[in-house]
Nanobody
Framework: QVQLVESGGGSVQAGGSLRLDCTASRYTLKDYCMGWFRQGPGKEREGVALIALSQGTAYADSVKGRFTISRDNAKNIINLQMNSLKPEDTAMYYC????????????????????WGQGTQVTVSS
């Protein structure tokens, strides 16, 4: 069954921007550690950004300064604003939820344990 739903993916030229949203019907996302992950062709899945219940954040070095993760608790949405996109950002982007403690583990970059979405494709052309 679908736990999380991502939207906002698409195709954009290098240097452009996209905003991804993640939401759930049956869960209140403000109660979970939330993260965005991505997997490019032939690559392993990697953690992109993380946001804790406190709204503290963490980012992969490759996206730091370009991507921003945030919560819109009123709308039950997790946002990933992606600016200055590069071709190497091309990937399927997944939203995931974990227990509150998972946001304080260094292993978050490997994934979160509770719920996952089916992904939204981001393609960046040069």
């Amino acid at each position: 069954q679908v736990q999380l739903v991502e939207s906002g993916g698409g195709s954009v030229q290098a240097g452009g921007s996209l905003r991804l949203d993640c939401t759930a019907s049956r869960y209140t996302l403000k109660d979970y550690c939330m993260g965005w992950f991505r997997q490019g062709p032939g690559k392993e899945r990697e953690g992109v950004a993380l946001i804790a219940l406190s709204q503290g954040t963490a980012y992969a070095d490759s996206v730091k300064g370009r991507f921003t993760i945030s919560r819109d608790n009123a709308k039950n949405i997790i946002n990933l604003q992606m600016n200055s996109l590069k071709p190497e950002d091309t990937a399927m982007y997944y939203c995931a939820a974990g227990g509150p403690d998972e946001c304080y583990s260094r292993s978050w970059v490997k994934g979160l344990s509770k719920f996952w979405g089916q992904g939204t494709q981001v393609t960046v052309s040069s």
